[in-house]
């Protein structure tokens, strides 16, 4: 794998455009905010007209086995907000994306930090309160213990959205 250099803005276009592009090739209507809206990144139609949103979070290499997210996305909780995870893979590999409800991501992350923030570092300290939660792309001892067949089902799911 050649060491190529990207910048963290270069890799949320190319993770939203990428989305935007799977969807538009299953006949949904997409518009790219360009960062003009917070918490969302694409306005979709699907199909069937119904009006959603997609945040999109992705991340470069396919050794990461979580993406950053907002704390705001514990309490953003809409049936028509969906979050699309994008592992690029870059340089060399096909993309990886999961599209995910709302509804499932918030009480996860949130769940999930609360036990982070209970449970001590290594050293005995408590962690500390950060704005940041992490998604895992895969099992975690503190998402619930079907997580991995959970994954399966939002792998590459744009059916979801219709």
Known sequence: ???LKVSNNDIGIAGEFYIAHMLAKHGFKVNVSLGR???FDLFVQNPQGKLLTVSVKPTYLKVNKFLWINKKAE???KESLFYAFVRLNMPDNVPEFWIVPSTIVAPVIKKSYEIYL????????AHKDIPQREFYLIPRPNFSDDWEEQLKGFKGNIESLK
Do not use: V
């Open 75 to 77: 309490t953003l909780i």
């Open 1 to 3: 794998m050649s060491k």
């Open 118 to 125: 209970k449970t001590p570092k290594r050293d005995g300290s």
């Open 37 to 39: 809206t917070e918490g």
